[in-house]
């Protein structure tokens, strides 16, 4: 290896950055969206055993990946396959990975349409239900669109360059970036937590996340929990492999695994808290119409007291949320060009946060109007209008799965069991029971769980 690697500075910094990835509009608003369709308590149940089944184990074969190569998501597995069945080939599931970043609009049409969609395509009956101006919405949108922000991304990365050398972009950059935000993030919304207590839906939001009905919950939807449980952890496309390359060798990978899942899992909870206690205290349709739910809760805000402040906060916090799990996009390319096409730091950020701005808008724009929701894959079904559409689909619907399938399927039948018990208890100290369980996990039950979601995806069950 040529120059030492950026490492993170501390245990806190690559979980905080890591939750940052993880935390996002999947957290926000395809969680509470997908729990309100499964009709909520027996799908929460059901999510939390996926999380902890597939999720977890998962979570640490990429950190475990990541930490023992010392690099991008293709050079880790170019390294670690060397000498091993199907030895160069595996690279492929670092490509798969990098082009998953690249091909996905989800780095722009997420930033853009998540938060505006709220506030401006909202649907005829909203629109008259509502009190508040096309103009304040509008203006509201406006600040959320995607180049600003996009573009906030950017020059967060360069300011990332600025502040250290080229090896320590990332522990004073993204890391400076994630102790920023998430700290911001998590009070927010606990002062929303706190406000949905005296809503007068809170009760009743409750007894729906956590009054389990198993006759309700279809097999679609134990699925679409498995499906999520993976979306919303940023696995399967070397996100937390990448970040888990930065992370110092005296730290422990399953703890760090087991936090970022557990805080990824409890704002995902609280969101729907706070979204269902809003909604359920005023007497919604909100039976038919998974875009109405969303499109309405800007809406909402408006009539409950002191709605702008708490608007103002939701939004601010969407914007974070999106904003980190961005960065670690990106930083999966990057990290390619830097280790692999041997480009700096700053040349790397910049060319490849322009060419993920360029796709993505080319993907938004190819989407158009209202179906930007479904087709970034957090509301609704995908469709797979225009090249860059279709690209997306791929995306979101495939690779994402068969990242993760390929990423359990090497760590716990190519790599030794030496070798991943090495890594996993660098840091940590002997794992005693855990580690086989760990070896089940990752050698039968995620790739089962995982494989029947792609079998269902093959058989064109529309679970996502
Ligand atoms: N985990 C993110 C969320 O919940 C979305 C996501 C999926 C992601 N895969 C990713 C983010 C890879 C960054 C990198 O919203």
Excluded at 17 to 25: M, R, T
Excluded at 74 to 93: D, E, M
Excluded at 320 to 349: C, H, K, M, N
Excluded at 389 to 410: C, E, K, M, Q, R
Aim: aromatic residues 10%; contains cysteine.
């Amino acid at each position: 290896m040529a120059k030492e690697r950026a490492q993170w500075t501390g245990r806190l910094g690559f979980v905080l950055a890591a939750a940052g990835s993880a935390i996002g509009l999947g957290n926000l608003w395809k969680f509470p969206y997908i729990t309100y369709e499964n009709h909520g308590g027996a799908f929460v149940l059901v999510y939390l055993a996926a999380i902890a089944v597939v999720g977890v184990p998962i979570m640490m074969a990429e950190i475990l990946l990541g930490r023992r190569s010392q690099r991008n998501a293709v050079g880790a597995f170019r390294v670690l396959g060397q000498g091993k069945p199907g030895g160069r080939l595996w690279q492929g599931v670092g490509f798969l990975g990098v082009m998953t970043v690249l091909s996905s609009s989800r780095t722009t049409a997420s930033l853009r349409d998540g938060p505006s969609a709220t506030s401006s395509w909202r649907s005829p009956a909203s629109w008259a239900r509502s009190r508040i101006t096309p103009q304040i919405c509008r203006r509201s949108s406006a600040s959320f669109s995607a180049i600003p922000t996009s573009r906030s991304c950017i020059s967060l990365s360069s300011w990332a360059r600025r502040s250290g050398s080229s090896t320590s972009g990332v522990g004073r950059g993204i890391e400076r970036a994630a102790k920023f935000l998430m700290p911001v993030l998590l009070s927010i919304l606990v002062m929303l937590v706190i406000y949905s207590f005296w809503t007068p839906g809170f009760g009743e939001a409750m007894r729906f996340l956590f009054r389990p009905n198993f006759s309700e919950l279809s097999a679609g939807g134990v699925l679409e929990a498995l499906g999520h449980s993976f979306f919303t952890l940023s696995l399967g496309m070397g996100a937390m492999l990448t970040y888990g390359s930065y992370m110092r060798k005296r730290d422990s990978i399953p703890r760090a695994a087991l936090t970022i899942c557990a805080l990824d899992t409890l704002i995902a909870i609280a969101a729907c808290i706070i979204m269902f206690s809003i909604i359920f205290s005023f007497d919604f349709e909100v039976t038919k119409s998974s875009t109405i739910l969303f499109t309405t809760l800007p809406v909402v805000f408006f009539q409950l007291p002191g709605g702008a402040a708490v608007s103002a906060l939701f939004y601010v916090l969407v914007a974070f949320a999106a904003l980190t799990s961005t960065i670690s996009l990106l930083e999966v390319v990057a990290s390619y060009a830097i280790d692999e096409l041997g480009w700096r730091r700053q040349r790397a950020t910049l060319t490849m946060g322009a060419a993920i701005l360029a796709f993505g808008t080319l993907s938004a724009v190819s989407m158009g109007g209202n179906e930007t929701l479904s087709k970034i894959n957090l509301i609704g079904r995908p469709s797979t209008a225009g090249v860059f559409g279709t690209l997306d689909y791929l995306a979101s619907n495939w690779f994402l799965p068969v990242g993760g399938l390929l990423i359990a399927l090497f760590t716990g039948w190519i790599l030794s069991r030496d070798e991943t018990k090495e890594e996993l208890e660098e840091g940590n100290g002997p794992l005693g029971w855990a580690l086989p369980l760990w070896r089940f996990l990752i050698r039968i039950a995620a790739p089962a769980a995982v494989g029947a979601i792609i079998v269902s995806v093959i058989l064109g069950a529309e679970y996502q």
